[in-house]
């Protein structure tokens, strides 16, 4: 026979297996993620996935660990705290998605921004023309035309792919 008790165990349930879901999706994700494509991934309503989304933060922030979920501008994603983010660095100086010399041009991009394509193409050689080709299909940089040249600034997608909050604490050196 069903009765309210076996209706909490299955609601509890299905709880466990939502939150296990949206957790996998932000451990996958990396970056941030909008309601709409959080839905689009787990299936679920909004009005729960808004509650779970909270559960999952709080459950997060509750275990004190080294992983957190970030809210910014409606959007979500999971990081390492801050206080950890010296180990990540070391990590990632191994291997990397961008060779070393696309690293060199997406720094000097960063520093120097705003700043001619042609400018880094100067510094940097022909190969930029690539590298800078590949950080706007990331979507890293914004690129708008200036004469013969383009203009190129940071996009907000670089801020959040690489966790830092605006252009002033690219400059910050905290050793």
Same mark, same amino acid.
């Given at each position: 026979?069903?009765?309210?008790?076996?209706?909490?165990e299955?609601?509890?349930?299905?709880? #466990?297996?939502?939150?296990?879901? !949206?957790?996998? $999706?932000? %451990?996958?994700?990396?970056?941030?993620?909008?309601?709409?494509?959080? =839905?689009?991934?787990?299936?679920?309503?909004?009005?729960?996935?808004?509650?779970?989304?909270?559960?999952?933060?709080?459950?997060?922030?509750?275990?004190?660990?080294?992983?957190?979920?970030?809210?910014?501008?409606?959007?979500?994603?999971?990081?390492?705290?801050?206080?950890?983010?010296?180990?990540?660095?070391?990590?990632?100086?191994?291997?990397?998605?961008?060779? #070393?010399?696309?690293?060199?041009? !997406?720094a000097? $991009?960063? %520093?120097?921004?705003?700043?001619?394509?042609?400018?880094?193409?100067? =510094?940097?050689?022909?190969?930029?023309?690539?590298?800078?080709?590949?950080?706007?299909d990331?979507?890293?940089?914004?690129?708008?035309?200036?004469?013969?040249?383009?203009?190129l600034?940071?996009?907000?997608?670089?801020?959040?792919?690489?966790?830092?909050?605006?252009?002033?604490?690219?400059?910050?050196?905290?050793?």
């Open positions: 026979m069903i009765n309210s008790e076996t209706i909490n299955v609601d509890e349930a299905r709880e #466990k297996e939502d939150l296990r879901k !949206l957790e996998a $999706i932000f %451990f996958v994700s990396g970056r941030f993620l909008t309601m709409q494509e959080l =839905i689009g991934l787990s299936d679920l309503n909004p009005i729960i996935l808004t509650d779970l989304v909270e559960t999952l933060k709080k459950q997060y922030e509750e275990n004190d660990g080294a992983l957190q979920i970030i809210e910014k501008n409606g959007m979500w994603k999971m990081d390492v705290r801050a206080e950890y983010s010296d180990i990540i660095n070391k990590l990632a100086t191994g291997n990397s998605e961008f060779s #070393k010399a696309e690293q060199e041009t !997406l000097i $991009i960063a %520093f120097k921004q705003p700043i001619k394509q042609s400018v880094i193409i100067k =510094i940097r050689g022909n190969k930029a023309y690539d590298h800078v080709k590949k950080f706007v990331l979507g890293l940089l914004k690129k708008k035309k200036m004469g013969h040249t383009h203009e600034n940071l996009s907000d997608e670089f801020y959040d792919y690489f966790s830092v909050e605006n252009s002033q604490n690219l400059l910050k050196n905290d050793s």
